[in-house]
């Protein structure tokens, strides 16, 4: 006779397993929409908004610049020989021809003297032979070399003179003299650096700007620039521009002559300079934290009847944390400032905070 008791009990525990495992079931269906729909939320609620609003700018561009003297000149020999005086106080002004420094030329003074003697000795050797040219005593021919050797020996005299002349360095302008590199009793040559002069009367600024705000660039316009450790605005004005574009940089080299009290500059220091390119009553400024970089342009994301639409851009000034759009949106359109990475073309798009 077989047992039935176990076989009773067993019943109700299975199916009191299947309806469990049933219900979870349900539970889950029940629940993966929910999940859905908040992670749909999730993505939406972390987008916040900016609405474009036309706004008064000021359009300028911040360059490096640097200091130069108005001339500035290395100053060289034009003779070789063995410095025998200086007078280069170094820092020091100096006037223009005042003499700074002399070459050993003995040697051609004395050749001067020669020359000096000779000459002598020709006009008397001419003037007697004009004499007795005019009574027919010699030829034309014969007068005409004598003179012709007078003339000679005049031109070697010029020549000499030329050459000590270079013995001596003298100022070319007025200026400040640099550290001297040479001294006393030093043989030099052309090729040798002997010190650099410096006019600082007045100072000369020059500066890059980049290639787009090149045509905007003019002479007579003023710009405004500070130099390290000094926060007084200095002013100059452009002179002249470059006639080209600097290939590596695409930059704009321009050059201004500084103006007004130069108190606190000097030459050779680095400059940033502030050029107003002028005002814009409606410009449409945006976050730059909402620009898209691409391969080949720029995108913004704005909302279009609640849809996520990406759209091409222009850009122009930049500002602290904002960027002017000059094409590609208007104003009132809401642009995305967070949650870019999330949306795509044609997604819903809600924001929720809008500034």
């Given at each position: 006779m077989i047992n039935m008791k176990p076989v009773t009990c067993f019943l109700p525990m299975l199916l009191l397993t299947l309806f469990s495992c049933e219900k979870n079931d349900v539970k889950k269906e029940n629940a993966a929409p929910q999940a859905q729909k908040?992670?749909?939320?999730?993505?939406?609620?972390?987008?916040?908004?900016?609405?474009?609003?036309p706004t008064a700018l000021t359009?300028?561009?911040?360059?490096?610049?640097?200091l130069l003297p108005m001339e500035e000149t290395e100053l060289h020999p034009e003779a070789s020989g063995r410095v025998v005086s200086l007078n280069l106080p170094e820092g020091r002004r100096v006037r223009k021809g005042e003499l700074l420094m002399k070459i050993f030329d003995e040697d051609l003074k004395t050749q001067l003297q020669k020359l000096e003697t000779q000459v002598k000795q020709a006009e008397i050797t001419e003037s007697r032979l004009n004499e007795l040219l005019k009574v027919k005593g010699i030829s034309q021919q014969e007068y005409d070399l004598a003179a012709l050797q007078?003339?000679?020996l005049k031109s070697e005299m010029d020549l000499v003179r030329i050459n000590i002349a270079k013995t001596n360095l003298r100022a070319p302008y007025d200026g400040i003299l640099g550290l001297r590199n040479i001294s006393i009793g030093a043989y030099v040559t052309p090729a040798t650096a002997i010190t650099t002069l410096r006019s600082v009367n007045s100072l000369k600024l020059d500066f890059s700007v980049p290639e787009k705000y090149s045509t905007l660039l003019r002479p007579g316009q003023t710009v405004q620039f500070s130099v390290e450790g000094n926060a007084k605005p200095y002013t100059a004005k452009v002179l002249a521009t470059d006639q080209s574009i600097t290939a590596d940089t695409r930059n704009l080299t321009a050059r201004a002559l500084v103006l007004g009290n130069q108190t606190g500059l000097l030459p050779g220091a680095f400059a940033e300079v502030t050029l107003s390119l002028g005002n814009k009553m409606s410009a449409l400024?945006?976050?730059?934290?909402?620009?898209?970089?691409?391969?080949?342009?720029?995108?913004?994301?704005?909302?279009?009847?609640?849809?996520?639409?990406?759209?091409?851009?222009?850009?122009?000034i930049r500002q602290a944390g904002m960027i002017e759009i000059t094409e590609g949106i208007q104003a009132g359109d809401t642009v995305a400032t967070t949650g870019m990475l999330f949306l795509r073309p044609d997604s819903p798009l809600q924001f929720s905070s809008i500034k």
């Open positions: 908040t992670n749909g939320g999730f993505s939406m609620a972390a987008v916040e908004g900016f609405v474009a609003k359009e300028s561009v911040t360059a490096s610049g640097a007078v003339l000679t400024l945006v976050p730059s934290q909402a620009l898209i970089p691409q391969a080949r342009d720029k995108k913004l994301i704005i909302s279009r009847n609640g849809k996520a639409q990406f759209v091409t851009v222009k850009t122009g």
